[in-house]
């Protein structure tokens, strides 16, 4: 496929429980971004990787969160130990990294993550 | 502290008219502004983007315009078509950051036939 490809596209979890989330993304695209859209509120900037560099990880909530993103391809995001509040919609982008396709963000459909 | 706003949730219009989406920011470092269009259960897509450089930029039906003295962009979408209903968020980027966008909460966009 063409574009970013996320799984599970929906996942419930009881609370306390660890998820991962996992994000492809474009082939030959180096910048990776986690986003999350909570209920009634805009997309939420989680951490970016580009290439080798270290990933900013400024916009992760809590210790909680962490990513990783393997031979600088797939992503998995892992929240522990998961709360009520984690519930949101996790998107992932790729970019091409350069140019002004720096920040042409393109989506995948998203992580429907709900925490009972 | 939301950087960038979009203070109408909703906004319905009848198909061939125009569309007028409002964004205001407050943050004077962002330098590019784009706008992105979601439909339900899809991840955003990219309809148009403009530098700070630029008051206007067209692409077909649509048209940003930036009034950076005033820090507010609108979206116009004419003739708007019952296709375009969707939420339409805004986002900027800043000098020094410009990989990390900031979005709105964005505008839930409905064209009535």
């Known amino acids: 496929g063409a574009g970013v490809s996320q799984s599970p596209s929906n996942k419930v979890t009881e609370k306390g429980k660890d998820v991962e989330l996992r994000c492809d993304p474009i082939s030959g695209h180096t910048a990776l971004y986690w986003y999350r859209q909570s209920l009634g509120q805009g997309l939420e900037f989680l951490i970016y990787?580009?290439?080798?560099?270290?990933p900013d990880k400024s916009g992760l909530p809590s210790d909680r969160f962490s990513a990783e993103r393997t031979g600088g391809s797939v992503s998995t995001l892992t929240i522990q130990r998961t709360q009520q509040e984690d519930s949101a919609v996790y998107l992932c982008a790729s970019s091409l990294g350069w140019g002004e396709g720096y920040i042409l963000l393109h989506f995948g459909n998203g992580t429907r993550l709900t925490v009972t | 502290d939301q950087q960038v706003k979009q203070n109408s949730p909703s906004l319905s219009v009848q198909e061939g008219r125009i569309s007028i989406l409002n964004c205001d920011y407050t943050n004077s470092m962002f330098d590019y502004f784009l706008w992105y269009k979601k439909y339900p259960a899809e991840g955003p897509t990219f309809l148009i983007s403009?530098?700070?450089?630029?008051d206007k930029n067209e692409d077909g039906r649509f048209t940003v315009f930036l009034n950076k003295s005033a820090k507010h962009l609108s979206l116009h979408i004419v003739p708007s078509q019952p296709g375009d209903s969707a939420v339409y968020f805004c986002a900027a980027s800043a000098r020094g950051s410009n990989y990390k966008l900031t979005f709105g909460k964005g505008t839930l966009l409905t064209v009535n036939p």
């Open positions: 403009i530098s700070s450089i630029k």
């Open positions: 990787f580009q290439g080798n560099s270290a």
